[in-house]
């Protein structure tokens, strides 16, 4: 059974910081997504990262995918406000369930 | 272009009461998923289906019931409402495996 580990759970940092993001999970996967999610609201879709060493950035926000150590990351480069947000990464187990992690409540300070 | 429509937005329930929660989707996508919410749970998936007359269950599927039986709806029943189904449900579709889920916005089901 697929299991996707995030870590931290929470993560409070200053604006202009950088920081990273962990995904971790159990079983062998070559599709890994990551969401975010504001505070009420739906979730969006950010990056589909489907091989090993994928890397896509989009701003300030690049996820990468290592799928030998079944392990993505996201880093965030000189964070901003409009970065706080909660931050989720899914993962497909191959039976076309996909699968989320309990997610990263990210909160930058001014 | 609607995406995922999911109706009603809001339901209070007494436990015991039947429901279903509606999703629509007009991408013609195959895949289709229900996820529920919870504080700190993350999302936990509860059933899904990869194309129409194809169902599976997903982490969490007691209680509920679902059935596909065309491209655009797939419909979550909730057989008899318990407390412990509160929760925030979000119904979302993938045109294939190897693309990101489009969301709708969420159902806030209150089981008193």
């Known amino acids: 059974e697929l299991k996707v580990e995030q870590n931290p759970l929470f993560l409070s940092m200053q604006e202009g910081k950088n920081y990273t993001i962990y995904c971790n999970y159990s079983?062998?996967?070559?599709?890994l997504y990551w969401y975010r999610q504001d505070p009420g609201k739906s979730l969006e879709s950010l990056f589909v990262?489907?091989?090993?060493?994928a890397v896509k950035q989009e701003g300030r926000l690049m996820a990468s995918l290592d799928t030998k150590a079944r392990l993505s990351t996201l880093h965030i480069t000189a964070a901003v406000h409009d970065l706080s947000a909660t931050y989720f990464c899914a993962v497909d187990d191959r039976d076309d369930k996909i699968i989320f992690g309990k997610g990263t409540r990210l909160h930058i300070l001014p | 272009n609607a995406g995922v429509t999911q109706t009603p937005k809001f339901q209070v329930l007494k436990t015991g009461q039947s429901m279903t929660l509606q999703c629509a989707q007009d991408m013609n996508h195959e895949y289709m998923s229900w996820y529920r919410q919870d504080p700190g749970m993350g999302l936990r998936l509860i059933h899904y289906s990869v194309g129409a007359g194809i169902t599976d269950q997903g982490e969490v599927p007691n209680g509920y019931n679902v059935s596909r039986s065309t491209t655009e709806d797939f419909p979550l029943r909730l057989l008899s409402a318990a407390p412990s189904q509160t929760s925030v449900y979000f119904c979302a579709s993938s045109s294939t495996g190897t693309g990101g889920y489009t969301f709708g916005s969420g159902t806030r089901l209150t089981v008193v």
């Open positions: 990262l489907l091989s090993n060493g």
């Open positions: 079983t062998t996967s070559d599709r």
